[in-house]
């Protein structure tokens, strides 16, 4: 189970290209610790994800070797999952629920992007499953993993206090009676928070300076059934209708939920895992109606949950009605998942599977001294930052938001002033999602002040073209 968990992570691997915010993390984990921690000051994470990944890089190589990191936290997830289904129905629930996450596209897809959301979701498998440990056996060290568990995931990343508040529901539904549990569970949560609270200060400039700011549009009816199809069949940046998918979904999560009410013993099992999988949704589309938070990457790790209900309900089913419409939705689910895992690692999504890294090595090969590139967007600025280096100079047209501790770490983009002695300028042009048509502005402009040489590069989504300077402009003001 885990050797297929890993080979479907490990598949196509080299085919994922370097993207935005990958180069961000990539450029600011080579910097030193201390700088990394001040680099946080203009994001929206903590930290400790690009610590990591510093750490990562003295031991490994490369773009792989960062994406590993991802790729083996999601697996040790698929392993943890198995421990989890086991604890709650048996070994036979714990294999179903394994091979389920490993089949998940959503699951696979963050498993391979240098970000931090692979390992969040496998610090919050670790937490549920000590959580559920603490709960049935007191041990001491039992709470004592999970508080650090606990910790850890908040750090990693801040929607994880979703799961936290998840958490505690479930403790207040099930154990309210229990004084000693109670008082534990009391005790966990204070240290969890004093372990937390380093973070508090910059969490809370963080949301000063992005609370009313989002590059997403308003909510939608159409973005959160987009979001129920991606835990079955479909998958990011699918453009095909997502009806198929959305119902697949409802049903093995209706199924799940009917098969596991209808015993009592049961029930403590249904509530624990219906909690974890909806009750962080409900809480970031809660948010989201005044400022839209729903991303799928936030909620990577609601994955487990539903895999965990689908095998625990076909483990616990009873002979007929129950066991035919578990199977039906077993197999509906692990249809529809390999459909969408073989339309993601077949098809030409340019998000992933851009032209960014050979266009820079393309560049690469023909760049000389004297030269400069400017791009018309960051998207293609960072990317070839962390492809070329700094070995060439380049430059953004127009500049973004000033981030003054990020700049200080992996430089502000800023282009060469006007009277500096460049000969050939390299155009990189990329799409801009928040104003259409802003990189042929760019083109028209290159072409009128410039003299044309030739064109390196050109497709839907990226053009690198080469001129010669002929004026004192390197490229077009834009306020």
């Known amino acids: 189970m885990l050797a297929a968990a890993l080979g479907l992570r490990l598949f196509h691997l080299g085919q994922r290209v370097v993207w935005f915010d990958e180069a961000n993390s990539l450029l600011v984990a080579r910097a030193a610790p201390a700088e990394i921690i001040d680099a946080a000051r203009d994001d929206v994470h903590s930290a400790l994800y690009c610590l990591i990944l510093h ?86 060290i039992s709470w004592i993993v999970y508080v650090l568990c606990t910790a850890l995931t908040l750090y990693i990343q801040y929607t994880s206090i979703f799961a936290v508040l998840t958490q505690n529901v479930f403790v207040a539904i099930h154990y309210r009676k229990d004084r000693r549990t109670l008082r534990c569970w009391l005790l966990s949560q204070w240290a969890v928070a004093l372990l937390f609270a380093p973070c508090l200060p910059l969490l809370f400039w963080q949301t000063s300076r992005v609370t009313g700011r989002s590059w997403i549009l308003p909510l939608e009816l159409r973005q959160i059934l987009g979001f129920i199809s991606l835990f079955s069949g479909a998958y990011l940046g699918d453009v095909r209708s997502r009806t198929f998918s959305v119902l697949v979904t409802i049903a093995v999560l209706g199924t799940a939920i009917v098969v596991l009410c209808r015993k009592r013993e049961n029930r403590e099992t249904a509530w624990f895992l219906i909690l974890w999988f909806s009750l962080p949704i409900l809480l970031l589309l809660a948010l989201s109606l005044r400022q839209n938070l729903l991303l799928p990457r936030t ?110 770490v992996i430089g502000d983009g800023l282009l060469p002033q006007n009277d500096a002695n460049f000969r050939r300028i390299w155009l990189v042009l990329y799409p801009d999602f928040k104003e259409w048509g802003f990189d042929e502005k760019i083109h028209e402009w290159m072409d009128v002040h410039h003299h044309f040489v030739r064109v390196l590069h050109s497709s839907p989504t990226l053009f690198i073209g080469l001129y010669e300077r002929q004026g004192s402009e390197l490229a077009p003001v834009i306020e």
């Open 55 to 140: 750490t990562w890089q003295s031991v490994t190589t490369g773009e792989i070797g960062a994406r590993m990191l991802s790729v083996l936290a999601a697996v040790a997830a698929v392993a943890a999952v198995y421990f989890l289904g086991s604890r709650l129905g048996g070994r036979g629930a714990g294999l179903l629920s394994a091979g389920l996450l490993g089949l998940s596209p959503l699951h696979v897809w963050y498993s391979q992007e240098i970000r931090m959301y692979s390992v969040q979701t496998l610090l919050i498998c670790l937490s549920f499953l000590f959580f559920l440990k603490a709960l049935r056996e007191g041990r001491r």
């Open 299 to 408: 909620l990577v790790y609601t994955t487990p949950a539903l895999a965990l209900l689908m095998g625990c309900a076909l483990a616990r089913a009873e002979r007929g009605i129950e066991r035919l419409a578990s199977t039906l939705m077993l197999v509906a689910l692990v249809s529809a998942n390999l459909f969408a895992l073989k339309n993601y690692y077949l098809s030409d999504n340019p998000w992933v599977k851009s032209d960014l890294r050979e266009g820079a090595h393309e560049v690469a090969r023909d760049f000389r001294a004297g030269d400069v590139i400017i791009h018309s967007s960051q998207f293609t600025y960072r990317p070839f930052q962390y492809y070329l280096g700094d070995r060439v100079i380049q430059g953004v047209v127009r500049q973004p938001e000033k981030l003054a501790h990020l700049f200080a």
